[in-house]
């Protein structure tokens, strides 16, 4: 199924690089904003390197790692619905979108289950911090900056899980074409974009 090419745009080789400009002045302003938080946390950091390493021995690694390798699959799924529509196959590319798709949910449920663990714990930040282990000003830096930074992550992969499944039903109608697949290259740009943050992130506050 063909669309007809919008009248701003002379061929579809344009407007995929139009759109793909486009995705790449937002993905920078995205690197903007999380960079603002990378430095706030290597302030801390330094201030703090003993707290910052008690309290992330606090963090679950077996569940922060999981979800890195839960995404990470994910987006090789995402780049193999790309070659898959390269080569006209657009039911594989479907079902490849969907997996990634659900190994978004499932970083979601795994990211769930660890933010009610540091509930129960009193891992909680600012004024909310109730830990009986972990008494420090350099502890409850590290637990705001990382609800902080793991929330604000938890939302992009939420508008990227939307980006998926409309990506996904495209593909399951036959509107991409390897002429015409802008769309699902600029989807994929940010869901490897939300993955990329993460592998900045698990080290951080899981490996500290």
């Excluded at 540091?118 to 409850?140: D, M, Q, T």
Aim: charged share 10%.
């Amino acid at each position: 199924m063909e669309r007809e090419l919008a009248p701003q745009f002379a061929s579809v080789e344009q407007e995929a690089r139009a759109w793909q400009f486009g995705m790449w002045v937002f993905l920078s302003t995205e690197v903007l904003f999380f960079g603002g938080l990378f430095i706030a946390y290597g302030v801390y950091r330094f201030a703090y390197p003993q707290d910052f390493h008690l309290a992330s021995s606090h963090m679950n690694v077996w569940l922060g790692t999981a979800n890195t390798l839960v995404l990470l699959t994910s987006s090789l799924f995402v780049a193999l619905a790309l070659h898959l529509v390269r080569h006209e196959r657009s039911m594989w590319a479907t079902l490849a979108l969907v997996l990634a798709l659900l190994l978004g949910v499932v970083f979601m449920v795994f990211k769930g289950l660890e933010y009610a663990e540091h509930a129960r714990e009193g891992l909680l930040p600012g004024v909310y911090f109730a830990s009986h282990k972990l008494h420090s000003v350099g502890a409850l830096q590290f637990v705001t900056l990382y609800w902080l930074m793991t929330g604000l992550h938890a939302l992009h992969v939420t508008i990227g899980l939307f980006v998926l499944a409309w990506t996904a039903f495209q593909a399951a109608s036959g509107f991409y074409s390897p002429r015409r697949m802008a769309g699902l290259e600029i989807g994929g740009m940010y869901w490897h974009f939300v993955d990329v943050i993460w592998v900045f992130l698990y080290p951080l506050l899981y490996l500290v």
